[in-house]
């Protein structure tokens, strides 16, 4: 009877030990990803309300274009782009905020392609083809990327850059943790990571894995990346061996967004003047 009891008693344990491992799993394999995290806001009333409308505004160039690449998924994606003066090895990716790839982010490449030259800049369409004109346009459209298809998306450009290219990333809120995503995707070809108050990847193993050094311009008064969130970003990052640059700015959430109505100038400037400092020197 002891044997059967303490047989019954083993079974009860194994059972309970492997529920709750399975129970762990679930957790873990369900936990969001950094941008899958920030994707989330699009239900958040107080951040949706926190974007203006952008003002109606039309850019015109004599040097971009828009491109289509094949997506590593094998659908076709879109871009813009602006081919360097003279063959480089020097890519930009471009990553748009939550409106999408509207005329804003175009401006905001080509004045990117002038100041820093010897660069090919490619502005990527991460909502493909879809341009937000409210806030609850661009609350819907964030909210339905599906992680696979940008990372689809992303590998396409790199595979459109070619093997020998030197991959630079720089974006704006949705697209500041997108940069930094695009940048552990590039993997040993990322130079350089430059994100604005987007969402750090939270997994040290993963940032084990970043083979360029970042860049990041981020809000005091930031109530969804806040000065913990970018706290903790600093310490996964110095765990993980990692060269990050901070500047934070007694400056509210998309204080530099291209397209917000309301933008700290100073701020903005201020920001610039680090990125092209972080850029420039190392653009070969």
Known sequence: MKKVCFALAALTWLHAAHAQQTAMNSMACCQPTATESFARFASDKSFVM????????????????????????????????????????????????????????????????????????????????????TPDEAGKYMGEVKTERAEAIIRGAVSYAGTNARIFTIGWCFGGGWSLQASLLAGKQAAGCVMYYGMPEKDLNRLKGLHADVLGLFANKEQWITPAVVDTFAANMKKAGKKLTVYRYDAVHAFANPSNPHYDKAATEDAYRHVMAFLKPRLK
């Open 50 to 133: 926190s974007h203006e409308a952008p003002r109606p505004f039309h850019f015109r160039s004599d040097n971009g274009h828009d491109i289509t690449f094949k997506a590593a998924d094998g659908a076709e994606a879109h871009g813009w782009e602006i081919k360097a003066a003279s063959p480089t090895r020097n890519y930009l990716f471009v990553i748009h905020e939550w409106w999408g790839l509207n005329d804003y982010i175009k401006k905001e490449s080509e004045q990117l392609w002038k100041d820093l030259g010897n660069v090919n800049v490619i502005a990527l369409d991460l909502y493909d083809h879809k341009v937000a004109t």
